[in-house]
């Protein structure tokens, strides 16, 4: 009976918000539970993999110990009662609007180049992992920590841009955390880690507890340099402001098939300064991952050239890819050259004097 109940718990998927004052959001589909693991196999899973594949490389994360608290709280996550409709309705011109003009300022936040306008509300980021997990009483409980293979459903896409990609090589760390508390006040959060990118399977912030960006950060800098970052996933996004955004506006205003169709499949690239990029920068995940760039590194110094969108299975997936700035170098001043005329050519010498040859090529 207990290894049943174990079965049960800590199944709950839900993505999450990017501050105190946005709603949560959507919660994972059923279909979720399929693609990812039950908690007891991975639990019989987890002595052999850990025996099986040591990583030396990278420093050792355990789970917490485990005891009722924690067994409630996990339950409390699967059935959060704050779950959304899977179908959302299309937002309307008003609200697109404000997601554009929002992204817009994030740009120009991450760019730095408006200083007259408000001021960016993101500092650097200085949390740690010790400080989510360590202590007596640690604010977070560490659910689930190994490595497994990549993620089936971004696995193309990870080839692509020369990350790990093999189905039976095991390099992406798999972290589940998640805040204890009630039913209403459970914070969950699981991604996978490897260097060069953060890819986001659930996020789900109650109002309290640190934000998203500083987790993912912490996470992230456990495991390798902020400096190696450069992309951030969200697989199977069901995020109430962007998943209706991209599929329900974006998608049919230019006329790309969507979710209901298998040519949605296709990768669909999304720069910066056009109004599409602009308003999926604005809607919550977009302002998630903007806070994400400008709490790793100052402002003015990276940015987000590119949103990546496609469907597959229904599933709506992203990947924002994060750049550094280049910044033109400084044209070195004439000024102390001025007193000091540049010299004279050399005298061309006689054999320098011939004639070219026409059909030679030169110009």
């Excluded at 995940?285 to 496609?310: C, F």
């Amino acid at each position: 009976m207990k290894q049943k109940i174990k079965g049960w718990l800590g199944i709950g998927t839900n993505d999450g918000g990017d501050d105190p004052k946005e709603p949560p959001s959507t919660p994972k589909s059923p279909k979720r539970k399929r693609v990812s693991s039950s908690d007891r196999y991975l639990a019989k899973r987890l002595k052999h993999v850990r025996e099986t594949y040591p990583k030396s490389d990278t420093r050792d994360l355990p789970e917490s110990p485990r005891d009722m608290q924690m067994l409630a709280s996990s339950f409390y996550s699967f059935i959060n009662p704050d779950k959304l409709h899977m179908i959302e309705r299309t937002p309307p011109r008003e609200t697109v609007n404000r997601y554009q003009a929002t992204g817009a300022q994030f740009e120009d936040w991450m760019t730095n180049t408006n200083s007259t306008g408000p001021v960016c509300p993101v500092v650097q980021s200085t949390l740690t992992l010790a400080n989510l997990v360590g202590g007596d009483s640690p604010e977070f409980i560490v659910s689930r920590s190994y490595f497994v293979v990549p993620p089936a459903e971004i696995r193309d896409t990870l080839e692509l841009i020369g990350l790990p990609h093999e189905p039976k090589s095991k390099n992406y760390r798999y972290i589940k955390l998640y805040r204890p508390g009630n039913a209403s006040k459970v914070c969950t959060y699981e991604h996978y880690i490897v260097p060069g990118a953060i890819i986001v399977q659930t996020a789900y912030r109650r109002q309290r507890g640190p934000q998203w960006y500083d987790i993912a950060l912490a996470l992230y800098k456990h495991d390798a340099a902020i400096d190696t970052l450069q992309y951030v996933y969200y697989t199977s996004v069901e995020n109430e402001e962007t998943q209706p955004l991209v599929g329900k506006v974006i998608y049919p205003n230019n006329n790309i098939p969507g979710a209901e169709s298998t040519a949605g499949s296709r990768m669909r690239i999304w720069h910066m300064h056009t109004p599409e990029f602009q308003q999926i920068l604005g809607s919550q995940l977009g302002r998630a991952t903007s806070r994400l760039v400008l709490a790793a590194w100052p402002r003015g110094t990276h940015q987000i050239p590119r949103v990546n969108t496609w469907f597959l299975s229904g599933n709506l997936h992203m990947r924002f890819d994060i750049e550094p700035i280049a910044r033109a170098s400084p044209r070195p001043s004439h000024s102390a050259h001025s007193r000091h005329p540049p010299p004279s050519p050399p005298t061309p010498t006689p054999s320098s004097r011939r004639p070219r040859r026409s059909g030679s090529g030169a110009a």
